[in-house]
Structures are given as structure tokens and as C-alpha cells.
């Protein structure tokens, strides 16, 4: 595929068209059915395009299809796939087509990338047909708001960036042992007392009802479903902060802003624990439209296996009990007859994988985040100042080069919903950390989750990605230049 046509994730089918290009004039429109679904997409696309001509773009309902429109509607004759979308573009037109709005949000990603802008300054599109659909329907990014708070506001832009490459899924790490980030009616004092701070004294914050809405309603808007983690039965000392009857001496856990793991837990014996999982993950599930809620699961180390079982099974009781699905992190593989359509999410690469591999057997579905390849917090090289390094360094390359299928011997292929990037925030503090882990590797990742193996291939990937950089600059974020790649000087 050449640069000209540099979308990213690599659609499954890009067939340039013996026509002259679109080009993107004043007179230039978006045209829609009246649907109320299709209009915020509508929105979305005339705000996309008038970006590029840095002038208004008009919205008008159905009838024409005349010259200079782009033309969006709901179709039926696609090949099978929720997801899939159509992009035509040529002879005066551009057409975007999909089975739902999911699709057609997919089409308006894939056009605004192939937006180019010429040496006389006028902005195109070269004509060209595109029919696509992703690989897996789970393609994730988790973000840990516990250990450094992100803001609504650059939470939005993490946001945007995943549905520029057609990421669908934000799994958020609401809650770890030095915070707790979401307000929950049921248990005030957990963001009262339990969030002034992130890791080493930085300023901290929380979400309220009404971030949480907005958070919510930004991602939707750009296809994106959000899964909240409530991280037990370890990870917990700011709950065991915040209510002095979730510790067995009834004396409050002090407050804990280092970064070590696994030293803190939830007690069985007590009645308060069991309160606590009802009510936080009862308040979780009405707050949350989307099918699936986290309870963690992770790095338990001070506590016995009966123990661990009996704790993962009362918070995914508490899952279940509200007609939500149950994630958790691969630990949870250990505990028998999880409920059914449980995801279990993979990322220590040092362990032994037999339990893992059993449960995808009896038919859990296995959620992919391999430390080594796809933990975004990972450094890039030995002497990268930001990031951790216990997966070893992640570059650009490392993001890239793996396959899903043959990463864990003996998982069943079938047992694989996705792929879920991850980006822990023990040593990222602002926003342009975030995005300097984020870019250029979250386009990897999204490339490894997207797209179909046969349309995989590193260097035709770092091609593309040159003008990616150029957008990242346009766009004023701060980002990487790995030596993996290949940039504009
Ligand atoms: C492991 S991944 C953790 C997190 C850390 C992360 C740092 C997982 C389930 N647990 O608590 O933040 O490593 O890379």
C-alpha cells in the first residue's frame, strides 16, 4: 500500500479508482438520512472536514446526490460484520456506508485519513474504494486514572486518539491502593478521603456522576465502550483507607502513595466486605450502559487460594447479579466454574500459562495484553526517561511484530475476543507522558487488533505511519520518534 493511502489500522480491501480525486471546496457538503442516530456522526464528519478548510461545513437531510457531497447512510449490502463500512471515493462523490453507526463512525475515521493536503494548499482526497471489517470486536485500551489521575479533559483527548484507530473498547483502572477515582453514591467517603493524590504526592482528583456522563457520552460518540475496573480483591488500600470496617483491626489503612504491589487485600471474615462488593459493583453496573465490568483480580499475595476463590466469586456474583459480564485479569483463571461469558485478560508473559489456557478450554474468552508487547508503560529503550521496565523495553517493532493466534501455546483461536493495550501511570504524570507512550505504539496495537494477518506487514506499516507523525504534530501532541520508524526530519 502506498503512503498515499496511509490509514491505519490497514483496512482489509483499498482499491485506488482511474478517477480524478475528491477535492474539498467551500461548496463541499455532508448529506444524510433523517435519522437521529446518523446526525451525530454527521456532525463529527462536517466538523472533520471543515477542520481541513477551516470553514464551516453545511449538514443537509437525504435527496441529492449531487457533485461535492459526502453522502452517509445505513446500508445492508455489506459482507457480514457489525463493524464493517464501505468508503467510496470519486467522480465528484464520496460515499460512506455501514450496517450501524458503529460502521459508519469507522468510515468518517478512515476518510479523515485519507485527507491529503497539497503543495498549493488545497485539501483532497485521492478516489479510491475501501471495504473493511476488523479482525477482533474487542480492541482495547486500558487506562490506569488510579495511580496518577487523568482529567476529563485529557482523558478526551486519550479518547480521540483511540478512535482515530478504530480502538472500541476503554477500560478504565478506576481504583488501585492509592486511589480511588469514581464517585459512587453508595460510598461517598471512598473519593472523600481516597483521591486528594496520585504516586508520590501529585496532585490527585476523582470523577464525579456528571465527568462520568460526559466521559461516557465522548466515547460513545466516537464508537467506543467503556468498561470500568474495580480493582479486588488486592489493589485495595484506598478502599481499606476510606472504610476502617474493611480491615480486620477496624483501624483505617494509611494512606499509600508509593508503587509496590500485591500488600493489600480484602478480609472474607468480614461481614463489611461483602457489603462493600454489593454496593460498589451494584453502583458500578447502574452507572455503566455497557455489558461488562472489571473486578480486577491481580498480584494477591498475601493470601491463601481459598481465600482469593471465595472473594473472586462474591465480586462476580455482585457482576452477574445486575446482568453485567465479568473481566478480570488472567490471575482469576485459577478459580473454577467462572461465570459464564467471563473475559479473562492476559498480560504476565513470565507465568506459567496452563491455567490460562484451561479456562479459554472451558470456555472463558481470552482478552490479549501481553506485557511484552502491548503494556504501553513499558520503556521503548533502557534509557527512556518515562515508564517501568519489568516486561522488558517495548518499541516500536516489539508493538508490531506479534500474532495474536500463536502468542500463547495451546489457546484455542476461537477462545480470543481481542486484543487491550495498557497504559499504567506509576511514572506518567501529564498529558504529554501519556501521549508520548500512546504514539507511535497505540497505532501498532490497533494494526495488530484490526487487521486481518495477510495485511500485516512492519515496514509497509511504518511507511504509512510517516504521515501519522505529521498529524500528531499538526495536532500539537508531544510524541515519540521511535528509531523504529521512519519520520519527517
Ligand atoms: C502490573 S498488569 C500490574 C499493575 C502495574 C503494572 C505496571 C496488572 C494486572 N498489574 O498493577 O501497574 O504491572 O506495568
Not at 503512503?3 to 479508482?17: K, M, S
Not at 494548499?121 to 485500551?141: C, F, K, M, Q, T
Not at 465502550?225 to 485495595?236: A, C, K, T, W
Not at 511507511?463 to 508531544?478: N, Q, S, T
Request: with cysteine; hydrophobic share 45%; proline share 7%.
Amino acid at each position: 500500500m502506498s503512503d498515499a493511502f496511509a490509514v491505519v489500522p490497514a483496512p482489509l480491501v483499498v482499491q485506488p479508482l482511474p478517477l480524478q480525486p475528491f477535492v474539498i471546496t467551500r461548496s463541499t457538503i455532508v448529506v444524510v438520512d433523517a435519522d437521529d442516530d446518523l446526525m451525530p456522526i454527521a456532525v463529527l464528519t462536517a466538523d472533520l472536514l471543515g477542520r481541513v478548510t477551516g470553514r464551516a461545513v453545511e449538514i443537509r437531510y437525504a435527496e441529492l446526490d449531487a457533485a461535492g457531497v459526502v453522502r452517509m447512510r445505513l446500508v445492508e449490502d455489506l459482507p457480514p460484520g457489525p463493524e464493517t463500512y464501505r468508503v467510496v471515493v470519486g467522480a465528484g462523490r464520496v460515499r460512506l456506508e455501514a450496517r450501524t453507526t458503529e460502521g459508519l463512525v469507522h468510515a468518517v475515521v478512515t476518510l479523515r485519513q485519507l485527507v491529503r493536503e497539497r503543495p498549493d494548499g488545497g485539501v483532497e482526497i485521492d478516489a479510491v474504494r475501501i471495504e473493511d471489517s476488523p479482525r477482533y470486536p474487542w480492541r482495547g485500551l486500558s487506562v490506569d486514572v488510579a495511580r496518577h489521575f487523568v482529567s476529563v479533559p485529557d482523558l478526551k483527548v486519550v479518547i480521540g486518539l483511540m478512535g482515530h484507530y478504530k480502538l472500541n473498547v476503554l477500560h478504565l483502572h478506576l481504583t488501585d491502593d492509592q486511589a480511588w477515582r469514581l464517585d459512587l453514591p453508595s460510598r461517598p467517603e471512598l473519593v472523600r478521603r481516597s483521591s486528594a493524590h496520585s504516586v508520590d504526592g501529585d496532585p490527585g482528583g476523582h470523577y464525579s456522576a456528571a465527568d462520568w456522563d460526559e466521559i461516557l457520552a465522548y466515547a460513545r460518540a466516537r464508537a467506543i465502550r467503556v468498561v470500568p475496573e474495580i480493582d479486588v480483591p488486592g489493589h485495595v488500600n484506598a478502599a481499606l483507607h476510606a472504610y476502617r470496617e474493611l480491615n480486620p483491626d477496624g483501624e483505617p489503612a494509611a494512606e499509600y502513595l508509593g508503587i509496590d504491589v500485591g500488600f493489600s487485600r480484602l478480609s472474607d471474615d468480614l461481614p463489611a466486605t461483602h457489603e462493600f462488593l454489593a454496593d460498589v459493583f451494584g453502583d458500578l453496573a447502574d452507572m455503566t450502559p455497557g455489558g461488562y465490568l472489571h473486578i480486577g483480580g491481580d498480584e494477591v499475595l498475601t493470601m491463601g487460594h481459598e481465600e482469593y476463590e471465595r472473594l473472586v466469586r462474591a465480586a462476580s456474583a455482585a457482576v452477574t447479579a445486575h446482568g453485567k459480564r465479568v473481566v478480570a485479569w488472567q490471575e482469576v483463571a485459577s478459580v473454577p466454574d467462572l461465570p459464564e461469558g467471563t473475559v479473562v485478560q492476559y498480560w504476565d508473559t513470565r507465568v506459567d500459562p496452563a491455567p490460562f489456557v484451561a479456562a479459554a478450554r472451558d470456555g472463558a474468552q481470552i482478552l490479549l495484553s501481553p506485557g511484552s508487547r502491548v503494556y504501553l508503560d513499558m520503556k521503548y529503550t533502557p534509557d527512556f526517561p518515562l515508564g517501568l521496565q519489568w516486561a522488558g523495553c517495548v518499541d516500536l517493532r516489539d508493538a508490531y511484530d506479534w500474532e495474536p493466534a500463536d502468542l500463547v501455546a495451546g489457546l484455542p483461536p476461537e477462545a480470543v475476543i481481542g486484543v487491550e493495550a495498557a497504559l499504567w501511570t506509576e511514572t506518567l504524570r501529564t498529558l504529554e507522558d501519556l501521549t508520548t507512550m500512546l504514539l507511535p505504539r497505540l497505532a501498532a496495537v490497533a494494526e495488530v487488533a484490526w487487521s486481518a494477518p495477510g495485511r500485516r506487514d512492519y515496514d509497509d506499516f511504518a511507511a504509512r505511519l510517516r504521515r501519522h507523525g505529521r498529524h500528531w504534530d499538526r495536532m500539537g501532541l508531544v510524541w515519540h520518534r521511535s528509531a523504529q520508524g521512519t519520520w519527517d526530519d
